[in-house]
């Protein structure tokens, strides 16, 4: 699976064959940028929301969960700043009435300036070998300065248009640039406009009585609005965190990628408030944090990276990405954010309640400042479905489709499959699913030949297979088959929810 365009599309078609996603009305054509989760995705995505709510609440004894509601006073997104600042620069292309980021279009433009560099370096070191020195070539060869002095000097000034709202300038730029659209060459463009990302919804009966409401873009503003009735009836000292997990709605103008970029979808986010002037050593302590979290999966060290923010959000004082390395290249999973105490403050202003909370210890009271965890649970789940699809050979030259999705995150944990459908080995089977799903989600597949059976597994991620044949009708023992090895072991009826506990245990994998 070389070209990873071909391997991403094998990953959606693979999430639509074994159950795991299928566009969302799909028999009226789908709906863009919706996706419903299927049997084994609504699983695979309940355990990843598991995991990640473990870690942040269970084994944080100052972090506490929370469910607000999506619907929420309209004030809320005035105060955020999201009613008059959730925007996107958007710009359509005349001929092609194709749609794109205004300034997205610019910074694939400097990338390319990016690449070209990476080019002459990569040529220089080839030509130089051993003796190479880097640092100095890039900051000596007249090539390199000037495809960064461009690519520098075109985003300073697109981050200047965009502050002082010159869409004109974005458009000029855009011109200047000769950027043509990616799709089909043509430079036919329209203006560049604002596009607030927020979903507008009606609250009351009437028309004429009914309130303007959004759907939340994002869940932290519900913490926020929550956080001194969750302190206070919590008990709760700084530092301290809250965590929640939901649904959040943007109107995203360019929504490809399947759930990379959705237009509903669900954010696990966690905001911990702390004294001001702490909020630094949080937020590096928050980076470690859930980088060690995401580590833990085994997903390989090499596939992260984090991406320290230059330009910086109107509430933050440091941000940084942890990116993933999905199909399509290194692209944001999750952000912390230092946001200082610009949203408690706003919330302050606008409802006229105070929010500070009294500090014992220092016997003042004080807004706190918020370092914020927020990960995509649908890019999450989607990291782990295409890291884990893999296609291998196998010793005899055969190859085989496997989705080696940790265990612990796996939807079904094991397959129990009599090896004939006949000689009581059916009731057998079943006996050892009724035993085993009081405490997992085990399935039985009796169809077509065991080999068959223990492939589409494989390709549906199932941990184990266990096995039931003609010898455990005599000493009630069966095999227990790992996906990722294909080794087969020989053990008692007994001992299965051990072995599969062990493999599975929560302390296992987090510690
Ligand atoms: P991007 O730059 O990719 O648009 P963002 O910086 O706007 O993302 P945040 O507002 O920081 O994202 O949201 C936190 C997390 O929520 C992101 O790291 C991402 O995992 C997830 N997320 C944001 N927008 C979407 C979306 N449209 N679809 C799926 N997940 C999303």
Redesign the pocket.
């Known amino acids: 699976m070389a070209n990873p365009e071909d391997f991403f599309k094998k990953v959606i078609a693979h999430a639509k064959e074994y159950g795991y996603i299928f566009a969302s009305s799909e028999i009226y054509d789908g709906l863009s940028?919706v996706y419903d989760y299927a049997q084994n995705g609504v699983e695979l995505k309940k355990n990843i929301r598991e995991y990640w709510w473990r870690s942040m609440v269970y084994m944080h004894q100052n972090i506490v969960g929370l469910d607000s509601a999506i619907l929420m006073h309209p004030k809320i997104w005035k105060a955020s700043g999201h009613v008059d600042a959730f925007n996107d620069p958007l710009i359509d292309n005349k001929d092609s009435k194709k749609r794109y980021r205004a300034d997205v279009l610019v910074e694939d433009y400097a990338e390319k300036l990016e690449v070209k560099a990476q080019k002459e370096i990569a040529k220089a070191k080839k030509r130089f070998g051993e003796a190479f020195d880097q640092a100095q070539f890039e900051a000596t060869n007249d090539r390199v300065l000037r495809y960064r002095q461009e690519k520098q000097g075109i985003l300073d000034r697109l981050a200047r248009s965009l502050e002082a709202e010159d869409l004109a300038d974005v458009k000029v730029l855009i011109e200047s640039l000769g950027i043509a659209d990616p799709d089909t060459g043509s430079k036919n463009w329209t203006d560049v406009r604002q596009f607030n990302l927020m979903f507008g919804t009606k609250l009351g009966a009437s028309a004429e009585t009914a309130t303007d409401l959004y759907l939340r873009?994002?869940t932290a503003q519900g913490i926020f609005v929550n956080y001194l009735n969750v302190q206070k009836t919590g008990r709760m000292k700084i530092p301290f965190g809250i965590a929640q997990t939901g649904k959040?709605f943007?109107n995203?103008i360019v929504?490809r990628q399947f759930?990379?970029?959705?237009?509903e979808?669900?954010?696990m986010?966690m905001q911990f408030f702390v004294r001001p002037g702490e909020e630094m050593q949080w937020y590096d302590y928050w980076k470690q944090t859930r980088l060690k979290w995401h580590l833990s999966l085994g997903m390989g060290e090499e596939n992260y990276r984090f991406h320290d923010h230059e330009k910086l959000a109107h509430y933050a004082n440091a941000a940084s990405?942890i990116e993933f390395n999905f199909p399509f290249g290194f692209?944001?999973?999750?952000?912390i954010?230092s946001r200082t105490d610009f949203d408690l403050k706003q919330h302050e202003t606008f409802s006229g309640k105070k929010l500070q909370f009294f500090d014992p210890e220092l016997n003042e009271s004080y807004v706190p400042y918020v370092v914020e965890t927020?990960?995509?649970?649908?890019?999450?789940f989607l990291a782990v479905l295409s890291h884990s699809l893999q296609e291998e050979t196998l010793d005899d030259g055969s190859q085989r489709t496997v989705l080696k999705l940790p265990f612990i995150l796996a939807p079904t944990k094991a397959a129990v499959l009599p090896l004939v459908k006949k000689d009581g080995l059916p009731e057998l089977a079943k006996s050892i699913i009724d035993q085993l799903q009081w405490d997992f989600n085990v399935i039985y597949d009796e169809k077509d030949a065991v080999g068959r059976r223990y492939r589409r597994q494989d390709a549906a991620g199932t941990p184990y297979c266990i096995t039931v044949d003609h010898q455990s009708l005599e000493d009630q023992t069966v095999t227990l088959r790992n996906r990722d090895t294909m080794e087969q072991i020989r053990v008692s009826i007994d001992s299965l929810a051990l072995h599969m506990q062990e493999a599975i245990a929560y302390k296992n994998w987090l510690a």
């Not at 759930?259 to 237009?263: A, V």
């Not at 692209?331 to 952000?335: D, F, W």
């Open positions: 940028a873009p994002e959040a943007r995203e929504a759930i990379f970029r959705m237009r979808f669900e954010q986010e990405d692209k944001e999973l999750e952000g954010h927020s990960i995509g649970l649908d890019r999450m």
